[in-house]
């Protein structure tokens, strides 16, 4: 058996190793994504919510409210296009924490999608599974890359230095720790720093 694209299960030569992926809508879901990637964030959550038939409650950063409108507004035009219900998107907008505390604390919610600090991320869990609800949480890294003495320490060496400081570090990807073998260690060290004097 293998995967395909889509993440639906491809039957093997043999019928009798078949497996059928089911998808069951849980009904209504909440997202609420942070201000640094807040269209991507609400994409994937939205695109699988959409295809396993749940609708979707967003509340965007407060911080990016204009993306959030242009986004909803891009969104409500493709699915008018296609006959869907506009309701299979809604929107919240509103500052701090009230919204999104309505929002978890809503029964209705049968799912909640957090993007944001570990913090706020713990609570949302305290709340959401004492009333038997569900999460997602993207929570902020604490991420490591491993240099061994056989590496390629270009490759390394720019790949370690956008992670830790491409997007301000303002992501969840972002590089917090090197683990370098004692070989490599002083050449990767003596590099970024040097790399850091141009940022």
């Known amino acids: 058996m293998s995967r395909g694209l889509s993440g639906s299960v491809i039957p093997s030569e043999r019928p009798e190793h078949f497996m059928m992926e089911m998808w069951n809508p849980l009904g209504l879901i909440g997202v609420i994504t942070a201000f640094n990637f807040p269209c991507a964030v609400l994409g994937w959550n939205f695109a699988i919510a959409a295809i396993c038939g749940d609708l979707t409650l967003w509340k965007g ?13 891009v969104i409500a035009e493709v699915l008018e296009r296609n006959n869907v219900p506009p309701g299979v998107l809604a929107t919240v907008l509103g500052g701090g924490r009230t919204i999104g505390e309505l929002i978890i604390n809503d029964k209705r919610l049968e799912l909640i999608s957090f993007t944001g600090s570990t913090p706020i991320g713990k609570r949302i869990s305290e709340i959401v599974h004492s009333r038997f609800g569900r999460t997602i949480m993207e929570l902020g890294g604490n991420n490591a ?14 790949a370690c230095t956008f992670s830790a400081v491409g997007t301000c570090g303002q ?21 970024l720093v040097s790399a850091y004097k141009s940022i």
């Open 145 to 158: 890359v491993v240099v061994m003495d056989d590496a390629n320490l270009e490759l390394a060496l720019k």
């Open 61 to 73: 950063a407060s911080s990016t409210s204009l993306i959030t409108l242009a986004t909803t507004r």
């Open 171 to 191: 992501r969840c990807t972002t590089l917090r720790r090197l683990i370098l073998h004692s070989k490599v260690y002083d050449k990767v060290v003596e590099k």
